[in-house]
């Protein structure tokens, strides 16, 4: 996927998620369920090189930042 919406490591992007309960679906109104939800993309930076220049930064989900996967990526 090339959207900006897009982790960079995992390739995790947007999903329809939702729905409704039947309490929901008995009263007045139209129910609509489906929403689109978006992965949680924060700026990192990657890894400083071994010449010490920095190895810029880039958008990726927090589960790849928590399992700090960017550290282990070399600048390009």
């Known amino acids: 996927m090339a959207s ?3 982790c960079k490591l995992c390739d995790k992007g947007s999903k329809m998620a ?3 309960s ?3 679906r ?3 109104f139209n129910p609509s369920g489906d929403r689109r939800k978006y992965p949680n993309l924060q700026w990192v930076a ?3 090189t071994a010449s010490g220049l920095s ?3 880039i958008k990726i989900c927090t589960r790849c930042m928590k399992a700090s996967k ?3 990526l070399k600048a390009k």
């Open 18 to 20: 939702g729905g409704y």
């Open 70 to 72: 960017h550290l282990e």
């Open 46 to 48: 990657l890894a400083k």
């Open 22 to 24: 039947n309490r929901i």
């Open 26 to 28: 008995a009263t007045k």
């Open 4 to 6: 900006s919406n897009v």
């Open 55 to 57: 190895g810029g930064r």
